[in-house]
C-alpha cells in the first residue's frame, strides 16, 4: 500500500501529529542511551505532568516506537525503552532537536526584529 500524507484520510497525517510533538521528542532524547525508569524521565524533562508523560509514553508503545517493562516491586518499577522503530525515529528527530538549540539565539533575533516592526 502506498500512503500519501497530503490525503485528509490517510493515517500518517495522526502520525505525523503524535511524533511531531515536543514531548516525543524529548522523551526520544532520553532514552537513545538505554532503558530510564518513568521517574527519572519525570524528573528530567521540565515541565511535563505525569499525566501528560504517562500519556505520551502510552502512545509511544503503541505505535511500537517503546517498550514498556515492569518489575515486581513495591511499588513497582517501570522501565521504558526505544524499540527499533523507536531509534530509527529518533536519528530522523535527533538533528531538529539539534537544530533548535543551536538557532535559538537567531529564532529570537527574528522575533525581535518583526515586534520591533510591528510597534511602529
Same mark, same amino acid.
Given at each position: 500500500m502506498k500512503w500519501n500524507p497530503y490525503a485528509a484520510e490517510c493515517p *500518517? =497525517?495522526?502520525?505525523?501529529?503524535r511524533i511531531s510533538n515536543k514531548w516525543v521528542v524529548l522523551i526520544l532524547g532520553l532514552l537513545v542511551d538505554g532503558p530510564k525508569r518513568f521517574s527519572v524521565l519525570k524528573r #528530567?524533562?521540565?515541565g511535563i505532568s505525569q499525566k501528560m508523560l504517562s500519556q *505520551?509514553?502510552?502512545?509511544l508503545e503503541h505505535?511500537?516506537?517503546? *517498550? +514498556? =517493562?515492569a518489575f515486581p516491586t !513495591?511499588? !513497582? *518499577?517501570? #522501565?521504558y525503552e526505544l524499540t527499533p522503530l523507536g531509534q530509527s525515529?529518533?536519528? /530522523?528527530v535527533d538533528p531538529l532537536r539539534k537544530w533548535a538549540t543551536g538557532n535559538m539565539t537567531k529564532v529570537f =533575533? /527574528? +522575533? #525581535?526584529r518583526v515586534e520591533c516592526r510591528t510597534s511602529e
Open positions: *500518517t =497525517r495522526q502520525l505525523l501529529d #528530567e524533562i521540565d *505520551t509514553l502510552r502512545n505505535d511500537g516506537l517503546l *517498550t +514498556r =517493562r !513495591v511499588p !513497582v *518499577t517501570v #522501565e525515529l529518533n536519528v /530522523a =533575533r /527574528a +522575533r #525581535e
